[in-house]
């Protein structure tokens, strides 16, 4: 076998020979002894080959044992006579590797394994070891020369010959990812340990660098770092920083970075601590600043640095910190360095340590106590679980600290993706009933549970005979005006004048039809005549309207059937239907010349398309100009109910707000901004006897000194602002903030210096947390000096403002000089964590959590003007309730389709709204009135969480662009009939919360299971969807508006049965009887992307989390049964691709927004629904219908999207995860 072994051996040799030959000309051999020196060398590995017998098998006797020496000092003298590339062919050469290495595995004789461990020196060599080294550990040197090192670790063994070991060592340690797990097994830890603490003099510690390079490969492994501190690691590591000279600083930076590895375990710090080594950093950190003059170690006291930073991480670690006069070191050095870019990441780590070092503080607030206190209706169907402890007292419900309660894990969320759960092979249980909870369910609602909603669907019910008496009306009136015309065909209403009558055509059961009461309208109204007002009535009457807590049967099971327990009004009398309304309003509308421009013309990509870089203004009908007078505003606004009392009516509500006409580019935060506000804070830490710590603004005492009547007493509704621009309020010495009106938010202001003020939001009323919106007002200011406002409270973790972000802001003054704007003011700004601990009573029992500060400076242009700073733009229920309003008294009502109906009413009494749009049948006939009514549904919501204004602004954006008459929008109401819900939490919106209602619940976790007491706009929001799906009129899209507050753009999720948590998801209307996926969810956001310039399809997302199965989006998809069920995510901040690339989003961008998603719809092509020709005014059909494929290439249908993956990957990874505290920065 040896002889075999030996001729494979003379081959390779001659291989390597031939190789070497021709890869390199000369080497340092002579050429006429090339080929004798490879033939020598081959026959010395022939003879360690017939040598590396085992002990056990044979005994090497002392001839053999020395030619075993002479053939290893042979090979040692050809391998140091080769050069570079000539080492590389030895190493690649498997057969001689292996037989060194067995060598030194058979072999004990000392001089024989030096001399192999002198050979694996020379072939790493010193430069450029990878390659080499990772051709080593494939070949098992890790291995072998671990075990060569525990069998070696004897007293007499040299010095030179460990260190040699632990040199070859250090090199195969950085390309073996196994080797702390190779170490521990060989016992070659304790071997090294022993050797660094027997070596620990100031004489011997110059030679442990590649002792120390192993010690740090050992301690990259967690359990090995555990087993070496226990040892004595941590001592022996201080001891030898203390003695290495400061010339050697590789060797010091190894023992460092060896450190750091350590003191990550909390036990280890505890022993760095222990043994007073905080005291040894701080000193030599300061040293190592003062000698680096140059900045060439940088490295090194960063290392320093990291070791503060764990260590910091225990109480004690702090103490120690603090005791070394380490606060006053750092801060000072901090300082020296602040303005040199490359030392900053030494003054973040810094900062974080002083930061932890010093005493984490309460909020200067009761965090635990809630604001505002709400009394909830008894429920027996549902325990709300986000209460605070004192609202909870206040209802009488015990709570349940639970954790990962769906209210919590909405608390750092955006709507409506995370990314934390992973996906689980199990099935959900569908149907009303909850995924969880399956006991907690709402009972099914049955067809006659739900009949209470025929009363929403006057487009299907009261088609016919609103169309004969408007008919009969328009044929006296044309034979009065001398008109001729069919009268059996529906006349161009649009195009005929009428007189003025007293009445409205339309009436509604709930009072909120259009009203005359207009001033110069040009609008058709008409007088309705006694008969046909009790016929009309006597219609109604027999409607089956559900009243009270009524039950009812299953007359199939015979079980109770749970009924709708709200108060619904029943129309008793001719009154209640057909009572005239007089608006509140007086109007100046504008005269309409022809309703709609003629729609011959093809719908195409063109039409929907616009230049935005030439629509930065609000085009839509209805402007700021024809906005309500104060004295109507305040009418409005004394019908909305708010649970506290406010003071006064907002400005920029009163008066209405315009977008502004220019762009605001995203802010561009300087370098060392944030840097700089964190050391202020440092600052405000370390000197705390030189602040003001003055509360000017105090909403608990308010509502304290209030007592009863503040929630119990009328508000007081005017604004007199005006009259107070340009004059100072005593005291002088400080700005004056409030927050007592509609959506106002904001619970304490505190004076730190004489322009810097500490600001902390109110909760959402009856909880504890979410805060995130801000709306106040603020005077008594002065031009031109810089105001930092400090919002220090705020709990998610990161936030836009460190992304170009700035808050809106209202100048009454400027509002007086012409230019009514919100406009984006702040510099200076951005987001980082702070000192505040946050209350575990807040955190669901989390213990160490900190509160982050939003922070920006403000200089305003106008003294003592009046000025209102808000999250984003606001948009408050009242300035809804007017919209409504205008919009009811401004519309061609010949030529549009619109009823404003109270779905029902929120916990405190507001009107929850339900819109109507579309257009009048084109004739009387019976096949129109029935094309009429097989017209698809569109289905679209808002606002189901307070704080996201910017929500609203799309949605009004949507309305007005339905009622306009534009040919998208005459297009759009002869294809569908869009029902919409404005505003799904006005309570919310009211009171200035951020995520909840007056449950303290977050509505939008409540659509598998709602109470109709305690989430009424929920319940019947449902109900409505419910009753469609049992009339077989199913929506075909469905959207819920939300905002975004972590991403930029305009983007879409929608609902994948591939992209479900559930491996096997087929319950739901995506899966198409032969078990494929029915794609057609995905072609509204590809048509967006290519009409709307602030949307982006790569934001776009399709997955259906288990977190997100109680949200309105996957409930609708899955329980109503609409395949294109989304949720239209709008961002706070602005644009990052497209042409509005760089921008803020503002209310122009916004309402653009929500036209073009309704231009998008005519893009549709229905599975569903069998849509109608459209025709224009003249009966021509027009060239687009919403059944035909789609125009010109076809290149919009559904089937074009069965193959594409438009973002399936997509997730919102920002949403729900914690941020390392580098990402703070």
Known sequence: MAELKGEKLARSASRGQRHQSASRPSSRTSAGGSGSSHMKVAAHFQVLEKMNVPSAVRTLSSDDLQQVRHAANRILTYIMSQDKPGREVMVKNTLYVQSLLTTLETHKDIDVCRTIVTIFVELIGKLNTGSRCSQLVTQGA?????????????????????????????????????????????????????????????????????????????????????????????????????????????????????????????????????????PILIQMYAEWHRLDTKNRHISLRKSLLNILKHVS??????????????????????????????????????????????????????????????????????????????????????????????????????????????????????GNFSLDRPDEGNARRTLEDLRMYEQFFPEVLDIEDDLNILLDRVSSLTASEGLKGNPHSMP???????????EPLFGNTLDSAPSTAGKGRTKASYTYRKDEEAAATARLEKK???????????????????????????????????????????????????????TDSLLDMDDLRSDPLLDEGDDSEFSADDWVKPADFYDMARKTNSVGRFSKVAYPDLHGSKPIPKREPLYERKFGVQRAKIFEDIDRLINSEE?????????????????????????????????????????????????LFESGNLRKSIQIRENEYDLILCPDVNSNHHHQWFYFEVSNMVAGRRYRFNIINNEKTNSQFNFGMQPVMYSVQAAVNG??????????????????????????????????????????????????????????????????????????????????????????????????????????SKEAVEQFRNKPYIFLSCRVHPGESNASWVMKGTIEHLLSDSKEAVALRQTYIFKIVPMLNPDGVINGNHRCSLSAEDL??????????????????????????????????????????????????????????????????????DKSEDYGYKTLPKVLSQTAPAFSLSSCSFTVEKTKETTARVVVWRQIGVVRSYTMESS???????????????????????????????????????????????GKPLAFSAEDSCPADNQYGDDDYAEDNLSDDITDDDDDEELDDADVL
């Open 142 to 278: 890790t291995r072998v020369f671990l075990h060569l090192l525990a069998r070696e670790s004897k007293p007499d063994v040299p010095n030179e010959f460990m260190v040699q070991i632990h040199y070859v060592l250090s090199k195969l340690a950085l390309k073996d990812r196994k080797f702390g797990v190779k170490a521990r097994l060989s016992q070659a830890l304790p071997v090294t340990l022993a050797f660094i603490r027997n070596h620990t003099h100031s004489t011997a510690v110059r030679n442990l660098q590649p002792v120390l390079t192993v010690l740090k490969s050992y301690a990259n492994n967690a359990i090995n770092a555990s087993y070496l501190g226990k040892n004595g690691a941590i001592n022996t590591l201080f001891k030898i920083i203390s003695n290495i000279n400061k010339k050697n600083a590789v060797m010091t930076k190894t023992a460092l970075d060896t450190l750091v590895l350590l003191v990550k375990s909390k036990s280890n710090s505890a022993r760095a601590v222990g043994y007073g080594g905080v």
């Open 313 to 430: 991480n225990l109480k004690s670690g702090r103490q120690a910190v603090i005791d070394a006069d380490g606060v006053r070191v750092l801060y000072k050095i901090c300082e020296d360095i602040m303005d040199v870019r490359e030392l900053e990441s030494l003054i973040f780590i810094a900062s974080l340590v002083l930061r932890k070092c010093f005493p984490r503080q309460k909020l200067p607030a009761n965090a635990t106590k809630t604001t505002l206190l709400y009394k909830l209706p008894e429920s027996e169907f549902h325990v709300p679980q986000g209460l605070s402890k004192d609202a909870a007292l206040l209802n009488g419900i015990t709570l349940n600290v639970d954790t990962k309660d769906d209210d919590d894990s909405s608390l750092d969320n955006d709507d409506d993706l995370s990314s934390d759960d992973e996906i689980e092979p199990t099935k959900p249980v569908l």
């Open 492 to 502: 161009d209403l649009r195009s005929t004048k009428y007189t003025h009558f007293s």
């Open 544 to 598: 089956e309207v559900c009243e009270g807590g009524a039950s009812a049967v299953n007359l199939k099971t015979g079980q109770p059937v749970f009924s709708l327990d709200f108060e619904v009004n029943s129309p008793t009398s001719n009154k209640s239907r057909y009572k005239p309304l007089v608006s509140p309003f007086e109007h100046k509308s504008k005269a309409k010349g022809k309703a709609s421009k003629s």
């Open 691 to 739: 602040l003001l710590n003055r509360v000017v603004y105090d909403f608990d005492a308010i509502v304290k000194d209030g007592g009863d009547e503040f929630h119990g007493g009328s508000s007081y509704y005017a604004n007199h602002d005006v009259e107070r621009l340009g004059k100072p309020v005593t005291p002088y010495d400080h700005l004056h903030f409030n927050s």
């Open 819 to 924: 230019e009514p704007y919100w406009a984006r003011a702040g510099t200076d700004v951005c987001y980082f964590k702070n000192h505040l601990s946050r209350s575990s009573q807040v955190t669901g029992g989390v213990r160490g959590k900190l509160y982050f500060t939003t922070t920006f400076t403000i200089v305003f242009p106008h003294s003592y003007d009046v000025c209102y700073i808000a999250y984003h733009y606001p948009y408050t229920y009242t300035s809804l309730q007017c919209q409504l309003s205008r919009w009811q008294h401004s519309i061609d009502e010949s030529a549009i389709y619109f009823r404003n109906q109270v779905l029902c009413q929120s916990m405190s009494g507001n009107n929850v709204n339900v819109l109507t749009i579309t257009n009048y049948p084109s004739s009387n």
């Open 1004 to 1073: 939008n976790r409540r659509w598998m299971v709602s109470c109709p007491r305690l989430h009424p706009t929920i319940y019947h929001t449902k109900g409505m969807l419910q009753f469609m799906r049992h009339m077989q009129r199913t929506p075909l899209v469905y959207c819920d508006y939300h905002g975004h507050s972590r991403r930029k753009n305009v983007f879409l999720y929608g609902c994948s049965p591939s992209q479900s948590w559930m491996t096997d998801d087929v319950d739901n209307p995506s899966v198409l009887s």
């Open 1132 to 1178: 706070y901040c602005g644009c990052d691709q497209g042409p509005y690339n760089g921008l803020h989003i503002n209310i122009s961008h916004l309402q653009h927004m929500g036209r073009k998603f309704a231009d998008a719809l005519l893009r549709l092509k229905s599975r569903h629904f069998k849509v109608t020709e459209l025709t224009n005014e003249d």
